[in-house]
């Protein structure tokens, strides 16, 4: 996925791009808590850097509205390559959090259905 919006030719709000790391770190957390199956990450870790995530996104004003003075968008308004790197680093976040949500759950695929 790409950081620009295709609709309207626009970087993805870095908001936007927040909101969603965090569902995708929770919903691994959440899938570790639910599996009784072996992984090298426990919902503790994740819970870590979930808290490390928000703490760093609540300081840099990444969680105001693109329209807010105290947003991202606008207090790098006159440092658009620091907020682009920013915005990358978001979506590779993202990106990496979203392939991890699922390869936790193991599939039968003889039944075609998930054990844990």
Same mark, same amino acid.
Request: proline share 6%.
């Given at each position: 996925?790409? &950081?620009?919006?295709? &609709?309207?030719?626009?970087? &993805? ?8 790391? @965090?569902?995708?770190?929770?919903? @691994? ?13 426990? +919902? #503790?870790? /994740? ?10 996104? #609540?300081? *840099? #004003?990444?969680?105001?509205?693109? #329209? ?6 606008? %207090?790098? %308004? ?7 790197? *920013? ?8 990106? /990496? ?5 699922? +390869?936790? *759950?193991?599939?039968?695929?003889? &039944? ?5």
């Amino acid at each position: 996925m790409d &950081t620009w919006d295709v &609709t309207h030719d626009t970087p &993805t709000p870095v908001l936007e791009r927040c909101h969603s790391c @965090i569902a995708s770190l929770k919903a @691994i957390r959440s899938v570790l808590s639910s599996s009784s199956s072996k992984s090298h990450l426990s +919902p #503790g870790q /994740v819970n870590e850097e979930l808290e490390r995530l928000s703490l760093w996104m #609540g300081n *840099i #004003g990444a969680l105001h509205e693109p #329209g807010s003075p105290l947003s991202m968008e606008s %207090r790098l %308004r006159e440092a658009q390559d620091v907020l682009s790197h *920013i915005q990358k680093l978001l979506r590779d976040v993202d990106e /990496v959090a979203g392939e991890r949500k699922y +390869p936790f *759950i193991m599939y039968d695929y003889h &039944t075609d259905s998930p054990f844990r």
